[in-house]
């Protein structure tokens, strides 16, 4: 079966799909944009779960570019898999590479959890500044990299909150 990469606009926290992944703090505390609407519709199972989780260092559960994989609770997704992403500072303090992570860590944890479908938020593009279109050309060629070797995973969508992003997505995934 050859893997799909898709690109639709709608609300993340409502695809019954294997997995969303969700744009997170370091602490996995919830907050803003698509991190607090997960959390939400998620309920208080996915705080409590997220707590039980170990610290690494004081506060940081899952430091940037990395990810962890927690149930889905009251979403219709079986499970989350949180990522952190980079801030922008302008793009010279390793925030491609670290974006890059997020994507590869979210693909590794789909692989060894034998997770079929997948769906990611324009990461880092919200609250913490990344320009959407590189970030959408990152995301693309992660997920062209994770269909080399997708293990069962045969869907890849990019879920879009607004046109703008679509339109984004959707050139990118046409090759242009």
């Given amino acids: 079966m050859q893997l799909v990469l ?3 606009e709608a609300d993340i926290t409502t695809l019954p799909l294997d997995a969303i992944v969700n744009a997170a703090n370091e602490s996995l505390s919830g907050g803003g944009g698509v991190d607090g609407a997960i959390h939400r519709a998620a309920g208080p ?15 940081v559960r899952c ?3 990395e990810a962890v994989l ?9 499970h989350i898999i949180h ?3 980079p801030v922008w500072y302008g793009g010279d303090k390793g925030e491609p590479a670290l974006l890059a992570s997020c994507y590869r ?8 959890h034998g997770l079929a479908s997948i769906a990611f938020p324009a990461i880092s593009c919200g609250v913490f500044g990344y320009p959407l279109e590189q970030a959408v050309a990152i995301a693309v060629a992660e997920a062209h990299e994770a269909a080399r070797d997708p293990g069962s995973l045969d869907r890849i969508v990019f879920c879009c909150f607004g046109p703008h992003a679509l339109q984004a997505y959707r ?5 242009g």
Avoid at 49 to 56: D, G, N, S, T, Y
Avoid at 105 to 110: G, K, P, R, T, V
Wanted: glycine share 14%.
């Fill in 45 to 59: 199972g996915l705080v409590e779960e997220c707590r039980a989780l170990p610290m690494i260092r004081p506060y």
């Fill in 6 to 8: 898709e690109a639709l």
């Fill in 105 to 112: 860590n979210c693909f590794e944890l789909a692989r060894r």
């Fill in 171 to 175: 050139a990118v995934l046409a090759g």
């Fill in 83 to 85: 990522t952190v992403g």
């Fill in 70 to 78: 927690t149930g889905g609770h009251r979403l219709p997704a079986r």
């Fill in 63 to 65: 430091p940037t570019g």
